[in-house]
């Protein structure tokens, strides 16, 4: 049998929009709840966290196999570490010059 051209069933398509409003929903509070800080002033070391946020979320959203909550979960310690980084690094000169 042949891989569907437009989409596989309607229960899959209508996953898509549902869960990507969720999941950004999540991010949103998440970057919220950490500060301004995560969304403004990007360095290097915040473009990649913002690169690495975008495929999870975009992983979260194709993937069938992802549940939702799951998915959340894999966000959080992203977003949790970005915050305690650039917490250090606006605390400590070492931090700063590494990033």
Known sequence: MSDPIF????PSLLRIPLVGLLAYMALIIMLR????RTLSKMNAFDLVVTV???????????????PLLEGILA?????????????????????????
Do not use: C, E, M
């Open 7 to 10: 989409f596989d069933n309607w």
């Open 33 to 36: 709840a950490s500060g301004k």
């Open 52 to 66: 690495a946020l975008g495929s999870t979320l975009s992983t979260i959203l194709l993937n069938a196999s992802i």
């Open 75 to 99: 966000l959080a310690p992203r977003v949790s570490l970005q915050y305690a980084i650039t917490w250090l690094s606006v605390r400590s000169a070492r931090v700063f010059r590494v990033l």
